[in-house]
Structure formats: C-alpha cells, structure tokens
Nanobody, 127 residues
Framework: QVQLVESGGGLVQAGGSLRLSCAAS????????MGWFRQAPGKEREFVAT????????YYADSVKGRFTISRDNAKNSLYLEMNDLKPEDTAVYYC????????????????????WGQGTQVTVSS
C-alpha cells in the first residue's frame, strides 16, 4: 500500500510559478516510479510528467516541456513539480501517482500504468 498526499496548489497569475509537492508513505519510496497528472473541468485526466526511481530519467507532456520540472527527494519520500510560466490552460486539479508494477524504467505515462493516486490539489491560473 502507498499513501500519497499533494500540496502546494493555489491561485496564481499567468506567467507566475508554483511548486507542487507529493508526500508518500507506505512502500519504500525509492523503489517505484512516480508521475503527475492533471484534470481540467470537463476534460479527461491527462499526463503531465513522470520520473524514475532514482530521478535519473524523466519524461514530459509536450504541453509542459520546458516550463515544468519533475523531481524527487527519496530521503524525504517526496515528489515535486516545479511549474513556471504558468498559463490559464494549466488550470486543473493536479494528481501525483505511483507506479509499483514495473521493475525497469518504461517511461510510464498512461493512467492504467499507475497503481496509487493522491487526492489532488487545485491549481488555478488567472489571465
């Protein structure tokens, strides 16, 4: 079992920055890949970014590449998403997720590849 709790969401103006955090507990944090997804009102949940167990490998959706950075601190059992140059279209509930199923890095980016999810944190970007 893995428990995930997101924090750091809020209201920010376009062009601003936010840093999301995800605190994990349960299984050894450094043993599984992690990801961020988001869901805007009326839309399907979509992939944002993913990171391997050690943090050496990352992968981003085209829509956030160059603006968002995913990172992790295994000593603190924490996952982060640094979001810069935010746009109104980034407004969504952001979820962190854990992939415990794969034993090697396969760049997970689909919802079904993740086994545990947090409750989400709201990010609102005003124009």
């Amino acid at each position: 079992q893995v428990q995930l709790v997101e924090s750091g969401g809020g209201l920010v103006q376009a062009g601003g920055s936010l840093r999301l955090s995800c605190a994990a507990s349960g299984r050894t944090f450094s043993s599984y890949a992690m990801g961020w997804f988001r869901q805007a009102p009326g839309k399907e949940r979509e992939f944002v970014a993913t990171i391997s167990w050690s943090g050496a490998n990352t992968y981003y959706a085209d829509s956030v590449k160059g603006r968002f950075t995913i990172s992790r601190d295994n000593a603190k059992n924490s996952l982060y998403l640094e979001m810069n140059d935010l746009k109104p279209e980034d407004t969504a509930v952001y979820y962190c997720a854990a992939d415990l199923s794969r034993v090697r890095w396969e760049r997970p980016c689909q919802e079904y590849e993740f086994d545990y999810w947090g409750q989400g944190t709201q990010v609102t970007v005003s124009s």
